[in-house]
């Protein structure tokens, strides 16, 4: 593989993770009660942004 192939690979693994990640949160909004989403959203936004 070339190493733009492999840069490319990459970028598609982390957006992979970023659509499964957002599904995710999506999915805690619908289950959890109203009072935890923003604490929910907080702490999503905290692990996504130490990446």
């Given at each position: 593989m070339s190493?733009?192939?492999i840069a490319?690979?990459?970028r598609l693994?982390?957006?992979r993770d970023e659509i499964l990640?957002?599904?995710?949160?999506?999915e805690e909004l619908q289950i959890q009660p109203?009072?935890?989403h923003n604490?929910?959203?907080q702490?999503?936004?905290e692990?996504?942004?130490q990446a």
């Amino acid at each position: 593989m070339s190493e733009k192939e492999i840069a490319y690979d990459i970028r598609l693994e982390i957006s992979r993770d970023e659509i499964l990640n957002k599904i995710w949160l999506s999915e805690e909004l619908q289950i959890q009660p109203k009072q935890f989403h923003n604490k929910i959203i907080q702490n999503y936004l905290e692990l996504t942004h130490q990446a």
